[in-house]
């Protein structure tokens, strides 16, 4: 199969999220198992030419509405796979990757590059999955402009919501001015969304098929709590919308050979390796060992993630004897309200706030207990990577945890992998970390708890195979 995926962010070139490593380790799924793939993402600054050996390969003209801009295309390859690379220095020479007044019309400049592509590549897809608002409009410039384009003849087109509150919203000018589109889209509702265009809509309405990173985020995103706003829309394409769960990369996160931790450890020395990455942390942050619990949290500092419910809840531990450490980046009020805990309780917390790999590892592998607190969470990843460290997920209820956290309910050590509350609210996290103090000082189920969670099974495979499933009914219509 010749599969292209298109998204804003994609592992090892350029990350802010899960979506980067998501794209990275599916595509090198379908590589392994001898699909053609290629990536295509912009050219940021950020971007390490030299290490990643990244070639100039031309420049082509793209229509933006009544302009015409040059897209200038770079090469990499990595892991097998070709990278396709589209630069404009005016859009995407800047320090960040998001966050600009003028986000729409810089992905909306890359999405119609990435469409244009693939003629100047000369690659025809079997499949376009795009990801998320960024690229989400992919699938209606195909239907409407590129038609009766032989290479897209048998195409078809797949989008993944990895979070539903980005959706792409802009002004209905934006149809004509910058995508060449008519406005009759937006009149008939095709891509309106609360009289905004949103590109994510119009993906939902135009992909041949439809996922969610989970199978529970599948069914939230069926009712009128927990869509965001957008159930009817996907109501309507129900029956091309499907759940499927994210993996992690197991040669990244894997405490039998992790290189950023004091003492590696697999089931057998567990007790021991968690020991050593305790006694470094704390001494690292200057901190002092009472024995306590220790709670790991490592997170985009934002709203979606429940920081500020740690910020309001960790004191109830931390007063009986708990540590903390968190790291992460994000909501200038939630950093600081973290560093205002800390001075709160200086010998038991310590914080990080930006993000270094080999910090997070060692939060994993130090923590007895991994806080993930989300609002909501599509599928999440910390929670996957934390078990197979050992360190028990202390979690909300919602979306992909459910999928990948065996909550423990006082009698079922034997399989629990973690601890779920469902309240959103001070009250439901002080129950979860309470719960873990309790499970903490039951040394019997605790370790059980660690081995099961270290043994789950979240390799991509499985799900690299669910959605090569998805692709394969699209190719078995035409
Ligand atoms: C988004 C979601 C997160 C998911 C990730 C990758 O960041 O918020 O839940 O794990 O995308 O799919």
Redesign the pocket.
């Known amino acids: 199969m010749n599969i292209a995926m298109v998204a804003s962010e994609i592992n090892p070139l350029a990350k802010s999220?899960?979506?980067a490593?998501?794209v990275f380790s599916l595509s090198r799924e379908y590589r392994k198992k001898g699909n053609k793939v290629i990536c295509v993402m912009p050219f940021y600054k950020s971007i390490d030419t030299c290490k990643y050996k990244v070639k100039h390969l031309g420049t082509y003209e793209v229509d933006v509405g009544w302009r015409r801009q040059e897209a200038d295309i770079y090469k990499a390859r990595i892991s097998n796979i070709d990278f396709y690379l589209i630069g404009d220095y005016y859009y995407f020479g800047r320090d960040g990757l998001y966050g600009y007044d003028d986000d729409g019309e810089r992905f909306a400049f890359f999405a119609i590059a990435a469409r244009n592509l693939f003629g100047f590549i000369d690659f025809t897809p079997d499949i376009v999955h795009v990801?998320?608002w960024q690229a989400a409009i992919i699938p209606c410039l195909l239907k409407e402009q590129s038609k009766n384009d032989p290479r897209f003849a048998s195409t078809h087109t797949v989008l993944?919501i990895?979070?539903p509150?980005f959706k792409g919203m802009l002004d209905p000018h934006f149809l004509g001015d910058f995508f060449n589109l008519p406005m009759d889209l937006y009149e008939d509702g095709s891509v309106r969304f609360e009289d905004r265009f949103s590109t994510l809509k119009a993906g939902i309405y135009y992909a041949d098929k439809i996922t969610t990173?989970?199978p529970t985020?599948r069914a939230e995103l069926l009712t009128e709590e927990g869509s965001q706003g957008l159930c009817s829309v996907l109501a309507f394409r129900k029956d091309d919308f499907t759940g499927i769960v994210?993996g992690v990369d197991e040669a990244e996160f894997n405490p039998r050979k992790d290189l950023f931790i004091p003492l590696r450890y697999g089931l057998k020395n567990m007790a021991e390796g968690k020991a050593a990455a305790r006694a470094s942390l704390i001494q690292k942050c200057g901190l002092k060992d009472n024995g306590g619990p220790v709670f790991g949290m490592v997170s985009?500092l934002t709203y979606?993630k429940g920081v500020d419910l740690l910020l309001s809840s960790a004191k109830f531990s931390l007063s009986r004897g708990a540590m903390l450490f968190v790291l992460g980046s994000g909501e200038a009020h939630l950093e600081w309200g973290l560093e205002q805990l800390r001075q709160q309780f200086p010998e038991q917390v310590g914080i990080y706030i930006g993000y270094s790999a080999e910090r997070a590892h060692e939060i994993y592998a130090a923590s007895d207990f991994f806080l993930m607190p989300?609002l909501?969470?599509?599928?999440?990843?910390g929670q996957i990577i934390a078990e197979a460290y050992g360190a028990l997920p202390v979690a909300r209820a919602t979306?992909?945890i459910v999928d990948t956290v065996i909550d423990y309910n006082g009698e079922n050590a034997d399989v629990a992998t973690g601890i779920l509350f469902k309240d959103y609210d001070e009250g439901g996290l002080c129950y979860g970390m309470y719960q873990a103090e309790v499970l903490y000082h039951n040394e019997k189920a605790f370790r059980l708890m660690q081995h099961n969670a270290m043994k789950a099974n979240h390799s991509w495979k499985d799900s690299a195979e669910l959605y090569l499933g998805v692709y394969r009914e699209l190719l078995a219509r035409n």
């Open positions: 999220g899960g979506l490593d998501v990801h998320d993944t990895h979070n509150a990173v989970s985020h994210n985009r979606q989300s909501f969470e599509p599928c999440g990843i979306g992909g």
